[in-house]
């Protein structure tokens, strides 16, 4: 177990055990896929305290485990909240990405595990932070890559915020990593290979290097500097034995 590993682990049993002695709430920051998978593993082997993974909105990745009082039946006040970024004049404004807007507020020396998801939408850019840090960024964030911008509080982000994707359909030899990365990054086989080798494929928020691993539908396929894609779909077999395959890449 990597060192990495075992501290989070260590932290994860200190939050659970404040709130069953202290009988107060407690929270991780946020965790990315593969941590929410390590806690998961874990959780049987914690106090016995209820706990809630919330992100803010239906379908986010990066989620908070927030450790419940025994006063608490369900997460009343939760520790992150949604920041709206817009531009200041958006007649003048570039079309933002995810990246521009992560970028800008990791340039304020915001560290990763304290902002949720980020989704764009009409030149806006909606941000999961957790309400520790959040004045900070109200106070200080004034430009996204080379426009304008200003923040504020956005309520009612579980309604609006759901992830736009682009569908990317095709057929394959079969499910094997390298042959739907090929698929998803539209690189040969060879070159998928190569990227899985060079550890920049995950599943689930983990690097993954067994190029023969079989993908399921539900997993979340990330290919660095390529994008993100939910295994939507899996069609069965074509007439010519190959695999249909649907998968859904976060804009």
């Not at 991780?28 to 929410?36: A, G, I, K, P, S």
């Not at 394959?172 to 998928?192: E, M, N, P």
Request: proline letters at 4%.
């Amino acid at each position: 177990m990597e060192k990495e590993e075992q501290l989070f682990r260590k932290r994860v049993l200190e939050l659970a055990e404040l709130c069953f002695h202290r009988d107060m709430p407690s929270n991780t920051d946020f965790l990315n896929l593969n941590e929410q998978t390590i806690f998961q593993s874990i959780s049987g082997t914690l106090p016995p305290v209820r706990y809630v993974l919330a992100g803010g909105f239906p379908g986010a990745e990066r989620k908070v485990v927030c450790f419940l009082p025994s006063y608490e039946e369900e997460l009343e006040d939760p520790p992150f909240e949604c920041l709206r970024i817009s531009a200041r004049n958006k007649k003048f404004s570039g079309e933002l990405t995810h990246r521009d807007f992560l970028g800008a507020l990791m340039n304020l020396g915001i560290e990763r595990a304290m902002i949720g998801d980020i989704v764009v939408k009409d030149l806006d850019g909606y941000v999961m932070v957790l309400k520790k840090i959040s004045r900070y960024v109200l106070e200080n964030l004034d430009t996204v890559g080379r426009t304008a911008v200003e923040a504020a509080v956005w309520e009612g982000a579980e309604e609006l915020l759901e992830p736009e994707y682009e569908e990317v359909a095709g057929t394959v030899s079969s499910v094997r990593l390298d042959a739907i990365v090929a698929l998803c990054g539209r690189v040969s086989r060879t070159k998928a290979a190569g990227l899985i080798a060079g550890e920049k494929v995950f599943i689930n928020g983990q690097a993954v290097l067994s190029p023969s691993r079989q993908m399921e539908p539900g997993e979340i396929l990330s290919i660095r500097g390529v994008g993100k894609f939910l295994f939507s779909r899996n069609g069965g077999q074509t007439k010519k034995g190959r695999i249909s395959v649907t998968f859904l890449k976060y804009r």
